[in-house]
């Protein structure tokens, strides 16, 4: 890691374009105009957050002995947040502007002034970012509920029952993906800060003393899963929170950070919650929450050690690291280098043109294909245009079938980031294609190809 400070290869607005361009992610209610710093993922865009999903599933949980998953609700007994803390705590100071009444979080106002109109600013007060809804029929306060700002708390509520039923050992942690909801005042930067996102947390369990062990276990492990995924190390690192900046809950926290374009920003943060909510809910609920450590014969409250990850705030950084422009003859050549395994389409299928003889062999070819990854077929224009088209959704191969192919059975294969090129017998175009997304070289996965 280096202290590299300046913005990295591509601004927002190209990225927010080539998004919407491709299909990758929409404004959200767009033709009602819009509803602020709500996102739609299109086509592309759920297959890449599919796929960074599959793959923080894959590393945490599949790969891991010392890990189960949960899917809770969002909506939970309102006490869970009074407990929590958040219905005291979770809030942002708020300033409004006296002239405009824009309203914004403190720490995005610099010279004392309105951001916008340079009026004249109100005292700041909390505002709480929690969406508060009603559950039944009534609508009044002993009916409100809240969308959970966070996931973390349907694991900790449910600490008991997995326990029990899993039958874990301490170290081990609870993985849970979901939508997390908060009246952000000012969101912004695309899909970085919205009012509704997806979160990838963990809730790692373990007995107090050995926390900070862990700790420092998950701060390089979490590292380690964004550069593994083709994020160039130097554009990550960690920032070490500040007294005054800790959560409510946490004894310790570092994020990890992006280089955003616009600067460094936490893509994920890493917390030692301690026994903060365990005990929090076990005096709330009246419910013990706790472990029966056979070492010592007592009951303990384990510490936790939270990683929590965006998957909107991943989605972008892989988008940006990937985003690359070259300049050859025809132009300038856009790629996105996503790692096979987050790219949304694995294979383009390109006859060469819609000759009579080629189409059939070209849609039996993408119909074999199909059951095994996402594909695109594409015989509109020159096979030159199709091959951009597909760099710069990110597609790592293409198979172009030629006139040729009709004699000998066999293929293209390009490759989009070496643009290399091997003929293969359409009889082990499978096993090729996922030789090369396990990661082997062309030759290894093709041996008496050419
Ligand atoms: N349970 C701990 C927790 O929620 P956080 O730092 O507030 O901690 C964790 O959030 C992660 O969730 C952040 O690092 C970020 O990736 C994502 N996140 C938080 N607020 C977000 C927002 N408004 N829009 C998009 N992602 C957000």
Same mark, same amino acid.
């Given at each position: 890691? @280096?202290?590299?400070?300046?913005?990295?290869?591509?601004?927002?607005?190209?990225?927010?374009? *080539?998004?919407?361009?491709?299909?990758?992610?929409?404004?959200?209610?767009?033709?009602?105009?819009?509803?602020?710093?709500?996102?739609?993922?299109?086509?592309?865009?759920?297959?890449?957050?599919?796929? +960074?999903?599959?793959?923080?599933?894959?590393?945490?949980?599949?790969?891991?002995?010392?890990?189960?998953?949960?899917?809770?609700?969002? #909506?939970?007994?309102?006490?869970?947040?009074?407990?929590?803390?958040?219905?005291?705590?979770?809030?942002?100071?708020?300033?409004?502007?006296?002239?405009?009444?824009?309203?914004?979080?403190?720490?995005?106002?610099?010279?004392?002034?309105?951001?916008?109109?340079?009026?004249?600013?109100?005292?700041? =007060?909390?505002?709480?970012?929690?969406? %508060? @809804?009603?559950?039944?029929?009534?609508?009044?306060?002993?009916?409100?509920?809240?969308? =959970?700002?966070?996931?973390?708390?349907?694991?900790?509520?449910?600490?008991?029952?997995?326990? @029990?039923?899993?039958?874990?050992?301490?170290?081990?942690?609870?993985?849970?993906?979901?939508?997390?909801?908060?009246?952000? #005042? @000012?969101?912004?930067?695309?899909?970085? %800060?919205?009012?509704?996102?997806? !979160?990838?947390? #963990?809730?790692?369990?373990?007995?107090?003393?050995?926390?900070?062990?862990?700790?420092?276990?998950? *701060?390089?492990?979490?590292?380690?899963?964004?550069?593994?995924?083709? +994020?160039?190390?130097?554009?990550?690192?960690?920032?070490?929170?500040?007294?005054?900046?800790?959560?409510?809950?946490?004894?310790?926290?570092?994020?990890?950070?992006?280089?955003?374009?616009?600067?460094?920003?936490?893509?994920?943060?890493?917390?030692? =919650?301690?026994?903060?909510?365990?005990?929090?809910?076990?005096?709330?609920?009246?419910?013990?929450?706790?472990?029966?450590?056979?070492?010592?014969?007592?009951?303990?409250?384990?510490?936790?050690?939270?990683?929590?990850?965006?998957?909107?705030?991943?989605?972008?950084?892989?988008?940006?690291?990937?985003?690359?422009?070259?300049?050859?003859?025809?132009?300038?050549?856009?790629?996105?280098?996503?790692?096979?395994?987050?790219?949304?389409?694995?294979?383009?299928?390109?006859?060469?043109?819609?000759?009579?003889?080629?189409?059939?062999?070209?849609?039996?070819?993408?119909?074999? *294909?199909?059951?095994?990854?996402?594909?695109?077929?594409?015989?509109? !224009?020159?096979?030159? %245009?199709?091959?951009?088209?597909?760099?710069?959704?990110?597609?790592?191969?293409?198979?172009?079938?030629?006139?040729?192919?009709?004699?000998?059975?066999?293929?293209?294969?390009?490759?989009?980031?070496?643009?290399?090129?091997? %003929?293969?017998?359409?009889?082990?175009?499978?096993?090729?294609?996922?030789?090369? *997304?396990?990661?082997?070289?062309?030759?290894?996965?093709?041996?008496?190809?050419?």
């Amino acid at each position: 890691m @280096t202290d590299k400070t300046s913005p990295g290869k591509v601004d927002m607005d190209k990225m927010v374009s *080539l998004c919407k361009r491709r299909g990758y992610i929409f404004q959200s209610s767009e033709i009602y105009g819009g509803l602020g710093s709500c996102w739609d993922y299109g086509p592309l865009g759920v297959e890449l957050k599919r796929n +960074i999903k599959d793959a923080w599933w894959k590393t945490n949980v599949q790969e891991r002995e010392d890990m189960v998953g949960l899917d809770s609700a969002i #909506i939970m007994h309102p006490q869970i947040w009074v407990a929590s803390g958040h219905v005291e705590g979770f809030s942002d100071p708020l300033v409004e502007c006296k002239n405009c009444h824009l309203r914004w979080r403190t720490d995005a106002i610099t010279e004392g002034k309105c951001s916008s109109c340079g009026g004249e600013l109100t005292e700041p =007060r909390m505002f709480n970012l929690m969406f %508060r @809804t009603f559950m039944g029929p009534v609508e009044e306060q002993a009916s409100t509920v809240y969308m =959970r700002p966070e996931t973390a708390q349907g694991i900790f509520v449910n600490f008991s029952n997995v326990l @029990t039923t899993s039958r874990k050992k301490l170290p081990f942690g609870i993985a849970q993906i979901g939508k997390a909801f908060r009246n952000e #005042i @000012t969101p912004g930067n695309f899909i970085f %800060r919205s009012r509704e996102f997806e !979160q990838m947390e #963990i809730e790692y369990f373990v007995k107090p003393g050995n926390d900070e062990k862990w700790f420092n276990f998950w *701060l390089e492990e979490r590292l380690n899963w964004y550069i593994k995924l083709g +994020i160039d190390k130097d554009h990550l690192k960690l920032r070490h929170h500040g007294e005054d900046e800790l959560a409510h809950y946490a004894r310790d926290c570092y994020d990890i950070e992006y280089l955003f374009p616009m600067g460094w920003a936490e893509l994920e943060g890493i917390a030692n =919650r301690g026994e903060f909510d365990l005990q929090r809910h076990s005096l709330s609920s009246g419910r013990a929450l706790n472990y029966f450590d056979e070492e010592t014969g007592q009951n303990i409250t384990p510490f936790v050690i939270e990683p929590s990850a965006g998957v909107d705030r991943s989605t972008l950084a892989f988008l940006l690291d990937a985003y690359e422009e070259e300049q050859d003859k025809e132009g300038i050549r856009v790629i996105l280098h996503l790692h096979p395994s987050l790219a949304p389409v694995k294979v383009a299928v390109l006859p060469l043109s819609r000759n009579e003889k080629l189409v059939p062999l070209s849609r039996e070819i993408w119909s074999r *294909l199909r059951s095994s990854w996402m594909t695109q077929y594409d015989d509109a !224009q020159s096979i030159g %245009r199709r091959y951009r088209r597909q760099d710069e959704i990110g597609t790592p191969f293409c198979v172009t079938i030629d006139f040729q192919s009709l004699e000998d059975n066999a293929v293209t294969v390009r490759e989009r980031d070496s643009m290399q090129q091997i %003929r293969v017998p359409i009889d082990n175009l499978k096993a090729v294609i996922a030789a090369k *997304l396990a990661g082997e070289a062309f030759e290894e996965a093709n041996p008496g190809g050419s």
